[in-house]
T-cell receptor, first 113, second 113 residues
């Protein structure tokens, strides 16, 4: 069966510091991968998605970047965090080919102070 | 961009009552999904719908893919305390490509025992 992992679970970082959040998927090959951000009590905002190694699509201009160095690894990064980067970051995967049922990881709560 | 109108935004009910929530769109969708999210966790898939008119049940949950392909509803029968959480609808719009979902803003369900 497939599983998705995110770490860290919680992160407190000062403004201006770098960020690296990691997401890995097990039990499937060539998944589509997604990064979402969720503000408190709000819906999900798609940040990036990837259909393959090295292929990244950005949905909104922002202070963040994403990379996919391996088939089942997706990384969310920032060189300098802003206060507005605080939120709950969710990684998700789906099987490609048009059936876009997405499965979410446990999330990382980021607080920028 | 694409938007889903999810209603109601919140519900306060007594244990044992039935619950109904829905999502509508101005565009046609290929897929409708319903997720539940509990505090501090990632959304969990409840029901996936792939065909117009499809009616699917998962225990006490029932969801339908509207005939017009522009709406979906989720019903919960005989609510219990563990049903508390935020319910999100999501859809794959036909014009947006196969990789992405659009999410509703969520329905927050609170149950009084």
């Amino acid at each position: 069966s497939q599983t998705i992992h995110q770490w860290p679970a919680t992160l407190v970082q000062p403004v201006g510091s770098p960020l690296s959040l990691e997401c890995t998927v097990e039990g499937t090959s060539n998944p589509n991968l997604y990064w979402y951000r969720q503000a408190a009590g709000r819906g999900l905002q798609l940040l990036f998605y990837s259909v393959g190694i090295g292929q990244i699509s950005s949905e909104v201009p922002q202070n963040l970047s994403a990379s996919r160095p391996q088939d089942r690894q997706f990384i969310l990064s920032s060189k300098k965090l802003l206060l507005s980067d605080s939120g709950f970051y969710l990684c998700a995967w789906s099987v490609g080919g048009g059936w876009e049922t997405q499965y979410f990881g446990p999330g990382t709560r980021l607080l920028v102070l | 961009g694409q938007q889903l109108n999810q209603s109601p935004q919140s519900m306060f009910i007594q244990e044992g009552e039935d619950v109904s929530m829905n999502c509508t769109s101005s565009s046609i969708f290929n897929t409708w999904l319903w997720y539940k999210q509990e505090p501090g966790e990632g959304p969990v898939l409840l029901i996936a719908l792939y065909k117009a008119g499809e009616l699917t049940s998962n225990g006490r949950l029932t969801a339908q893919f509207g005939i017009t392909r522009k709406d979906s509803f989720l019903n919960i029968s005989a609510s219990i305390p563990s049903d508390v959480g935020i319910y999100f609808c999501a859809g794959q719009p036909i014009i947006q490509g196969a990789q992405k979902l659009v999410f509703g803003q969520g329905t927050r369900l609170t149950i009084n025992p």
